[in-house]
């Protein structure tokens, strides 16, 4: 049987030469260029057909310069990249600028701030709240990347911008190894509650297991949060390189076809790639 193809919505692709990335000499293991040929070797193989860049916090300064790289790379014949998920600092004034600037690029479906980087009350702020609010005019979705403690500040911040759409990365961020089950699990079933949230990425959780962490050891996590949001808000993500800090590409889509493997067909095709396509205006594969 063929597996069924792949839309991956969480892509990082690295290049010190061309781009500066603050946080990546602290990251020993990631601190390398990871070019898009690489990944489109191991995704091919592995049924992922298309891929949305997801930005990768560069230097505040570079964000416009990153946008253009990867636009130039998705605009390359047979690129696997479909779309761009740009970066942005809706703490600052002049957001409105950004946006215009982000969406001269046909192939922005959307925008991220790492908002564990930075301080609680960052996310939080009246102006981060209403600069976020302006998202809803282009419907462009927000990602929350946020840790599991932070939770009920991605919740105040969901309920701030009602007319926005946002997507959860990453599960919300569990402790896996750690066994941080109570107020994860907790706080996953309260977001998903929010209407506006229209997906949670099935995506990061191998870096935040244990080294030998199995299909079985993630299902509880991954179900967890399938069963919070449905099978029409699930999207997933390779969230490559960092995976590979987890076992890699080829392992994460091998484990996630063995969690959701019980699922009915229209669940996995909802999970693999109609889901994106909705929220972020791709044709379906």
């Given amino acids: 049987m063929t597996p069924e193809s792949i839309t991956d919505t969480h ?3 690295i290049d010190r030469a061309r781009l500066d990335y603050p946080w990546l000499p602290g990251v020993p293991a ?9 990944y489109t070797d191991t995704a091919r193989k592995v049924g992922i057909k298309r891929a949305l860049h997801m930005e990768v916090d560069v230097a505040e300064n570079r964000i416009g310069d990153e ?5 130039t790379l998705a605009a390359r014949d047979g690129s696997i990249i479909a779309g761009i998920i740009a ?3 809706p703490e600052h004034d002049g957001f409105a600028a950004e946006i215009d600037c982000a ?4 192939r922005v479906v959307g925008f991220r701030r790492v908002l564990h980087v930075v301080p609680d009350g960052v996310s ?31 919740i105040a911040l969901v309920d701030a911008a009602p007319a926005v759409r946002f997507v959860l990365d990453h599960c919300g961020v569990p402790d896996i190894a750690g066994g941080g089950w109570d107020g994860w699990a907790r706080d996953i079933a309260e977001l998903a509650k929010r209407p506006n949230v229209v997906a949670a990425k099935i995506s990061g959780i191998p870096a935040y297991a244990a080294a030998d962490w199995s299909a079985e050891t993630l299902a509880r996590w991954a179900g967890h949060v399938a069963g919070a949001f449905g099978s ?25 076809r063995a969690i959701f493997g019980g699922c009915s067909a229209d669940e996995r095709a909802a999970l693999y790639d109609k889901n994106a396509a909705r929220i972020w205006g791709l044709a379906p594969l």
């Fill in 11 to 13: 892509l990082h692709i």
């Fill in 30 to 38: 990631l601190n390398a260029d990871w070019s898009v040929e690489s």
């Fill in 67 to 71: 946008t253009a790289h990867i636009d």
């Fill in 87 to 89: 970066a942005c600092r």
């Fill in 103 to 106: 969406v001269a690029h046909t």
């Fill in 124 to 154: 939080q702020s009246e102006i981060l709240r209403a600069n976020i609010r302006r998202l809803a005019a282009p419907d462009l979705p927000f990602d929350i990347c946020m840790t599991a403690r932070q939770l009920p500040l991605a």
């Fill in 232 to 256: 029409d808000r699930l999207v997933w993500g390779g969230d490559w390189p960092v995976c590979t800090l987890g076992g890699g590409l080829a392992c994460w889509v091998g484990a996630t």
